[in-house]
């Protein structure tokens, strides 16, 4: 399976891609969230993004996020990553 990411600012990027820009955005203050569900997470993982499933994605938990710094969004196909960033 193809796997995507889905970037704050709505561009998507191949999840092979993600790892670099991960590497290179270490020092930028980049929040990193992977709303798969468990499961998937299991299957295929990128460290440094924090595993918070979009079925319990809380408003509560998006209004803790800076929202004057970058961040990315990680799903299969970056249909739950457009969603969490409508919260």
């Known amino acids: 399976r193809r796997h995507e990411v889905l970037l704050a ?3 998507r990027v191949e999840f092979e891609v993600l790892g670099d820009l991960v590497d ?10 992977d709303v798969r569900e468990p499961a998937e997470h299991a299957q ?8 918070n499933p ?3 994605l ?5 209004s ?13 196909s970056g249909a739950r ?7």
């Open 44 to 51: 295929v993982r990128l460290d440094r993004f924090e595993l």
């Open 81 to 87: 990553a457009c969603q969490a960033a409508d919260k």
């Open 64 to 76: 803790r996020l800076d929202k004057d710094r970058p961040t990315y969004l990680l799903c299969r």
């Open 58 to 62: 809380s408003r509560d938990a998006v």
């Open 9 to 11: 600012d709505l561009d």
């Open 24 to 33: 290179l955005d270490l020092d930028a203050g980049v929040q990193r969230l």
């Open 54 to 56: 979009l079925s319990g």
